[in-house]
């Protein structure tokens, strides 16, 4: 079955640190382009970072600019978002994105609150 899964999500304190992980399973990605989005209710989904092969600095939305790191390993199918200095606005569901496949995680919740 083809599928990505995220983890990794949950309550943080503001400024406080937490790591997503996406694992995908039924394929490989080691030739794609990985990224991140997330949602906050009322909000339309946005972009936070995206990886690509070949090297290069990964991009990055405006808002997580400098505090996320974007990261993959091919040999174990998943990419990491690192996320530092957490703030209120950060709250959202957090998606794992395959664009070739047009393919999306089923999300992680992150809540930053005190």
């Known amino acids: 079955q083809v599928q990505l899964v995220e983890s990794g999500g949950g309550l943080v304190q503001p400024g406080g640190s937490l790591r997503l992980s996406c694992v995908a399973s039924?394929?490989?990605?080691?030739?794609?382009?990985m990224a991140w989005y997330r949602q906050s209710p009322g909000k339309e989904r946005e972009f936070v970072a995206g990886l690509d092969i070949g090297g290069g600095s990964p991009p990055y939305g405006n808002s997580v600019s400098g505090r996320f790191t974007i990261s993959r390993d091919d040999a174990k199918n998943t990419v990491d978002l690192q996320m530092t200095s957490l703030n209120t606005d950060d709250t959202a569901v957090y998606y794992c994105?395959?664009?070739?496949?047009?393919?999306w995680g089923q999300g992680t919740q992150v809540i930053v609150s005190s």
């Open positions: 039924g394929f490989s990605f080691s030739r794609y382009r």
């Open positions: 994105n395959f664009p070739h496949l047009s393919l």
